[in-house]
């Protein structure tokens, strides 16, 4: 059963405008979460990052938004641009059960930015 | 800064041979992961680490064994490698703290089982 799911696989969006990335999480232990984004024959980068104690965290056009209510989180990014375009993956983990946490992922959408 | 290395960076392995894919960090990270990414199913969590000495199964360890034998090293063994086994492997270190934390992957191996 998986425990973050990223529903949609692609996105597309024009140049300039707000892309918005999705994740749904089934574990309510999870305290932490994470996004990455991943070029081809690259190893995923750390994008922004969010603590359960927040509801929002922004880095330069990067927001995440954190919904624990609906086990819900979404990447914003505005403006988007085309050097965006690359696999984005949400991850999540149990911060205060270091003993058993991993660092889980989900399977990842694909933004596509037109110029 | 070196961070986080794999090796190799891609291989061809006959089916039922025997392959251990390395990884090394020297961030002194306490936790390490291994993951395998298809196409389709993301990163999928093979085996992990959360401090030297210890192991965990992840999503899918069939196939695979791990050692930490100390705090920089994490290799992932096949031990008979079939084709299903074929995609790109990725190895992960993090310092978990309490509050935070951040993860910081390797360039993967691209392995392929024939």
């Known amino acids: 059963d998986q425990q973050v799911k990223q529903n949609s696989p692609s996105l597309s969006v024009q140049e300039g405008r707000i892309s918005i990335l999705n994740c749904d999480y089934t574990n309510s232990m999870f305290d932490y979460f994470l996004w990455y984004k991943k070029y081809p024959a690259e190893g995923p980068t750390f994008l922004i990052s969010?603590?359960?104690?927040?509801d929002k965290n922004e880095d330069g056009r990067f927001t995440v938004f954190l919904n624990k209510s609906a086990k819900h989180l979404s990447l914003h990014i505005v403006p988007s641009q085309p050097g965006d375009s690359a696999v984005y993956f949400c991850?999540?983990?149990?911060?205060?059960?270091?003993?058993?946490?991993?660092?889980?992922f989900g399977k990842g959408t694909t933004l596509s930015v037109s110029s | 800064t070196a961070g986080i290395t794999q090796a190799p960076t891609s291989q061809i392995l006959a089916a039922g041979r025997s392959m251990t894919l390395r990884c090394t960090q020297d961030m002194r990270h306490n936790a390490m992961y291994w993951y395998r990414q298809d196409l389709g199913l993301g990163l999928r969590l093979i085996h992990y680490s959360n401090t030297a000495g210890t192991t965990g199964k992840g999503e899918v360890p069939d196939g695979y064994s791990v050692s930490r034998a100390n705090t920089d090293d994490f290799p992932l063994t096949l031990a008979s490698a079939v084709p299903s086994q074929t995609s790109v492997y990725f190895c992960a270190s993090t310092l978990i703290r309490r509050l935070n934390t951040e993860a910081f992957f390797g360039q993967g191996t691209r392995l392929t089982v024939v």
């Open positions: 991850a999540a983990i149990c911060l205060h059960n270091q003993a058993g946490t991993a660092l889980i």
């Open positions: 969010i603590s359960s104690i927040k």
